[in-house]
């Protein structure tokens, strides 16, 4: 949505059962005026029953009642979808539950403001945003399938793929990778399909975390 001046506006929606994460969410978005929170509610019931416009639901990932996960799935089955990103205190294996459900960001509620910020951001344009914990813990998952120290060389073939993998791990955007790398928009597209297509992912969360774990094992061999 546009606001005054032909702004940029983005509707988000925050949902969490603890009144004061809720709160300090509220004190970093509401100080930008690129973003409208849409919504503030304590329950993942709240968060489904909700009817008004959100493009991008925060979600807490333990709550009572109704999990954010099985808030994730449900709320990924509006027409069209909002964007989900999932947030938690407790490093575990929820971020392949997630994923799974839906999730375009899993991040750390102790996630410096400015990175909420880009994952926020970008997640209306399709853009993952997983922490540097969520992917090393979702590296470690059923979900990545076999990954050796030779997975790393299969998927990155020359110099132009190793910055399109720091970039991508970086959680930029395919708009805001153009300026960083001597490529044209369409052939930028074409090298970020090939590395999924090598990858064997079909979503840039999986692609994070694939090309995370890659990296980690051929680091480690």
């Known amino acids: 949505q546009e ?5 940029v506006v983005i509707r988000v929606g925050i949902c969490d059962d603890d009144p004061a994460t809720r709160e ?34 925060l979600l807490d990932v333990r709550m009572r009642g109704m999990s954010g996960i099985e808030t994730c799935a449900a709320l990924r089955k509006a027409v069209p979808p909002p964007a989900v990103i999932m947030m938690t205190a407790f490093p575990d294996s929820s971020v392949a539950n997630a ?6 960001g899993f991040l750390y509620k102790d996630v410096r403001p400015e990175h909420l910020v880009r994952a926020i951001r970008a997640a209306p344009k ?33 110099e132009v793929d190793a910055q399109l993998v720091e970039l991508v791990l970086e959680g930029h ?49």
Do not use: H, Q
């Open 3 to 7: 606001g005054g001046g032909g702004r």
């Open 24 to 57: 300090a969410l509220n004190r970093i978005l509401e100080r930008r005026r690129e973003f409208v929170i849409a919504a503030s509610v304590s329950s993942g019931e709240e968060a489904v029953a909700y009817d008004g416009d959100v493009e991008v639901w």
């Open 99 to 104: 994923v799974s459900a839906g999730a375009l």
């Open 126 to 158: 399709g853009v993952a945003s997983l922490s540097p914990d969520a992917m090393a813990t979702m590296a470690n998952t059923p979900i990545m399938g076999g990954i050796d120290a030779y997975a790393f060389d299969g998927i990155v073939r020359d």
């Open 173 to 221: 955007s395919a708009e805001a990778m153009l300026p960083l790398i001597e490529l044209s928009d369409s052939s930028l597209k074409k090298r970020l399909g090939k590395l999924m297509r090598r990858a064997g992912v079909s979503t840039r969360p999986l692609l994070m975390a694939k090309l995370y774990a890659a990296k980690a094992a051929r680091d480690a061999g």
